[in-house]
């Protein structure tokens, strides 16, 4: 598990387009930095959840990115994490309630891991390495990258595990009424090989994207 | 067979809905800790520590919270509990076994952003367990992460000794294991859930 994230701060303050993109391929924070782990795998049983999950992770993201952003000049050193995880706190308090209000089948669905949003080490890996360190614009925009990335990662997952597990994607039947469903997709085990397949695909792409003369070096080391 | 006797809570908690392999819940340290049976040992240890600690703690603070109809503080309240909790478990560990502490190093304080624990108070806090039946639900959570964590540590010190093709060494072969534990774990879902 390699904490990359930090490292590859330009030191000016400009907002380049990187800054937003980071989040979504490059550091992707499900594929590449692994954070994030345990909603990614319990929710994404359908697309529907995937969303919803993906979409209230970003926004206390967003939020708690600009008011540390904000606030970073303000609190001590030696108390920064207990403040960071008041404010996320405070924001995960505020899309419970509110998809309570909203829906309240959604928000059976999803269970205990809207609260949980709290301890999802993405948030405060952003807030400690990058927001409070930061202008706003640019902890905004970076953000928001993550966000996405983030969303996306869960909709990859939630995808394949519907499509497989019901045979249906967003509740409407994809692929006829002939198809027998595997139902272990939807069970604890087929999150894990789901997520564990992306992850070998990651790994095969990469390995033929790398030059011939590295991969002969490598050959000739083993 | 009824649900809320004390023998089908721990045994519930530890195999049939073991909070890593059916709940997802702390896949951090069980991804991060288990590369080595000697400090995964440990880790489970001190994990099962802290949710014993932080349940009974969360069980007391939860009355206050009712009695002062002030329950939208709960989240904020149990991470405060649960960090003090791991610094209590930090400093008793660095008093009496120096060596453990070290080995251990930066995933003991991070045992703080373990949801397994916020995820046991608020479920016990859900099913309004009475103080008896959230101790056993918190022994039972806390062995059933070390049995997983341990399994885990065993099958990866294995398979370090073997050859396996490059892009699967690291974190999907992780999953891919986890995902054969989680499908034998299963089999215990006949206790009754």
């Given at each position: 598990?390699?904490?990359?994230?930090?490292?590859?701060?330009?030191?000016?303050?400009?907002?380049?387009?990187?800054?937003?993109?980071?989040?979504?391929?490059?550091?992707?924070?499900?594929?590449?930095?692994?954070?994030?782990?345990?909603?990614?795998?319990?929710?994404?049983?359908?697309?529907?959840?995937?969303?919803?999950?993906?979409?209230?992770?970003?926004?206390?993201?967003?939020?708690?990115?600009?008011?540390?952003?904000?606030?970073?000049?303000?609190?001590?050193?030696?108390?920064?994490?207990?403040?960071?995880?008041?404010?996320?706190?405070?924001?995960?308090?505020?899309?419970?309630?509110?998809?309570?209000?909203?829906?309240?089948?959604?928000?059976?669905?999803?269970?205990?891991?809207?609260?949980?949003?709290?301890?999802?080490?993405?948030i405060l890996g952003r807030a400690e390495a990058y927001a409070s360190r930061q202008p706003l614009a640019k902890s905004v925009v970076n953000a928001a990258g993550m966000g996405i990335g983030f969303t996306l990662a869960l909709l990859c997952i939630g995808g394949v595990r519907e499509l497989l597990g019901n045979g249906s994607l967003l509740g409407y039947p994809v692929l006829g009424a002939n198809f027998e469903p595997w139902i272990i997709m939807l069970l604890p085990p087929g999150g894990f090989f789901v997520l564990g397949g992306w992850l070998l695909l990651f790994a095969w792409w990469r390995e033929r994207r790398q030059p011939d003369s590295t991969r002969a070096e490598v050959v000739h080391e083993h | 067979m009824s649900t809320d006797t004390l023998s089908f809570i721990f045994f519930n908690a530890m195999l049939a809905n073991n909070f890593v392999l059916s709940l997802f819940l702390g896949l951090c340290p069980f991804l991060g800790v288990s590369g080595k049976l000697n400090t995964a040992m440990p880790m489970g240890l001190a994990t099962t520590l802290v949710m014993l600690v932080s349940s009974v703690c969360a069980y007391v603070i939860n009355l206050m919270l009712v009695a002062f109809d002030i329950e939208f503080l709960r989240l904020?309240?149990?991470?405060?509990?649960?960090?003090?909790?791991?610094?209590?478990?930090e400093m008793s560990m660095k008093k009496m076994s120096p060596a453990l502490f070290r080995a251990l190093g930066i995933f003991l304080p991070l045992i703080t952003t373990n949801c397994a624990i916020l995820g046991l108070a608020l479920f016990q806090t859900n099913r309004e367990y009475n103080f008896t039946q959230s101790l056993v639900y918190s022994i039972g959570a806390g062995l059933g992460f070390t049995l997983a964590i341990l399994l885990m540590a065993g099958l990866r010190e294995r398979l370090d000794l073997s050859s396996l093709p490059k892009i699967t060494q690291g974190a999907a072969l992780s999953l891919m294991l986890a995902g054969m534990l989680s499908l034998s774990f299963m089999g215990f879902a006949g206790l009754g859930s």
């Amino acid at each position: 598990m390699n904490h990359k994230a930090g490292s590859d701060i330009n030191p000016d303050n400009r907002v380049t387009l990187d800054t937003f993109v980071q989040g979504i391929w490059r550091d992707n924070p499900v594929f590449v930095m692994l954070l994030g782990m345990c909603p990614v795998l319990a929710v994404t049983n359908s697309v529907i959840n995937a969303i919803a999950m993906g979409l209230s992770t970003s926004f206390v993201l967003l939020a708690s990115s600009t008011l540390v952003s904000l606030m970073r000049n303000l609190i001590p050193r030696q108390v920064r994490i207990a403040s960071y995880i008041i404010i996320i706190a405070t924001f995960v308090t505020m899309v419970d309630y509110a998809i309570q209000a909203i829906s309240l089948d959604l928000y059976n669905a999803l269970g205990a891991f809207i609260q949980l949003i709290v301890v999802n080490c993405m948030i405060l890996g952003r807030a400690e390495a990058y927001a409070s360190r930061q202008p706003l614009a640019k902890s905004v925009v970076n953000a928001a990258g993550m966000g996405i990335g983030f969303t996306l990662a869960l909709l990859c997952i939630g995808g394949v595990r519907e499509l497989l597990g019901n045979g249906s994607l967003l509740g409407y039947p994809v692929l006829g009424a002939n198809f027998e469903p595997w139902i272990i997709m939807l069970l604890p085990p087929g999150g894990f090989f789901v997520l564990g397949g992306w992850l070998l695909l990651f790994a095969w792409w990469r390995e033929r994207r790398q030059p011939d003369s590295t991969r002969a070096e490598v050959v000739h080391e083993h | 067979m009824s649900t809320d006797t004390l023998s089908f809570i721990f045994f519930n908690a530890m195999l049939a809905n073991n909070f890593v392999l059916s709940l997802f819940l702390g896949l951090c340290p069980f991804l991060g800790v288990s590369g080595k049976l000697n400090t995964a040992m440990p880790m489970g240890l001190a994990t099962t520590l802290v949710m014993l600690v932080s349940s009974v703690c969360a069980y007391v603070i939860n009355l206050m919270l009712v009695a002062f109809d002030i329950e939208f503080l709960r989240l904020i309240c149990y991470i405060a509990v649960i960090a003090s909790a791991v610094q209590l478990v930090e400093m008793s560990m660095k008093k009496m076994s120096p060596a453990l502490f070290r080995a251990l190093g930066i995933f003991l304080p991070l045992i703080t952003t373990n949801c397994a624990i916020l995820g046991l108070a608020l479920f016990q806090t859900n099913r309004e367990y009475n103080f008896t039946q959230s101790l056993v639900y918190s022994i039972g959570a806390g062995l059933g992460f070390t049995l997983a964590i341990l399994l885990m540590a065993g099958l990866r010190e294995r398979l370090d000794l073997s050859s396996l093709p490059k892009i699967t060494q690291g974190a999907a072969l992780s999953l891919m294991l986890a995902g054969m534990l989680s499908l034998s774990f299963m089999g215990f879902a006949g206790l009754g859930s």
